[in-house]
T-cell receptor, first 112, second 113 residues
């Protein structure tokens, strides 16, 4: 299965600032997925990122708040913009295959 | 109706016993079903996947799928303290030409030595 390197692993950010999370995959993949896991909750899909096209966002998530880049088949970034304490969560990138989806190690974001 | 439901509360099982976890899903078009294990502070780790009706066994884990009832389960035999974790049921949802993965809220399992 694919190996994903995600960074940063954690950050503490000031309200109103932005944070960009990076994911690097060790193989070429068509789609990359970005999830959010709020404290004590399950995973919620934010968006699906295809190389060469705009990301597809799930209901409740918008591009202005969570812009995504996908410059090539092995890399993607998610930016959390104009952060508020409600954005404090773990953010995870994922890639899929028929046998299952692999996750990055996650970014634990705390907004103060 | 939620896409994936795991309704059981925390499950405490004695070491060596069988832990049984259940999951239902709403989209009849779903074809792929997964169980993930998530230790506290870690990202989810795939432990089982199943596509066909019936049972699939891998070591101490058995996944069971019943598409007619839209039901997936996970059995953990000979439970060990290292099995203490949250188990997430995930279902592949066909969507707008892409497939995305929807997750249940998870079940916490505590194995008591």
């Amino acid at each position: 299965s694919a190996v994903i390197s995600q960074k940063p692993s954690r950050d503490i950010c000031q309200r109103g600032t932005s944070l960009t999370i990076q994911c690097q995959v060790d193989s070429q993949v068509t789609m990359m997925f970005w999830y959010r896991q709020q404290p004590g909750q399950s995973l919620t899909l934010i968006a699906t990122a295809n190389q060469g096209s705009e990301a597809t966002y799930e209901s409740g998530f918008v591009i202005d708040k969570f812009p995504i880049s996908r410059p090539n088949l092995t890399f993607s970034t998610l930016t959390v913009s104009n952060m508020s304490p409600e954005d404090s969560s773990i953010y995870l990138c994922s890639v899929g295959a028929a046998y299952g989806y692999t996750f990055g190690s996650g970014t634990r974001l705390t907004v103060v | 109706q939620k896409e994936v439901e795991q309704n059981s509360g925390p499950l405490s099982v004695p070491e060596g016993a069988i832990a049984s976890l259940n999951c239902t899903y709403s989209d009849r078009g779903s074809q792929s079903f997964f169980w993930y294990r998530q230790y506290s502070g870690k990202s989810p780790e795939l432990i089982m996947f199943i596509y066909s009706n019936g049972d699939k066994e891998d070591g101490r884990f058995t996944a069971q799928l019943n598409k007619a009832s839209q039901y997936v389960s996970l059995l953990i035999r000979d439970s060990q303290p290292s099995d203490s974790a949250t188990y997430l049921c995930a279902v592949n949802i066909p969507s707008y030409g892409n497939n995305r993965l929807a997750f249940g809220k998870g079940n916490q399992v505590v194995v008591i030595p």
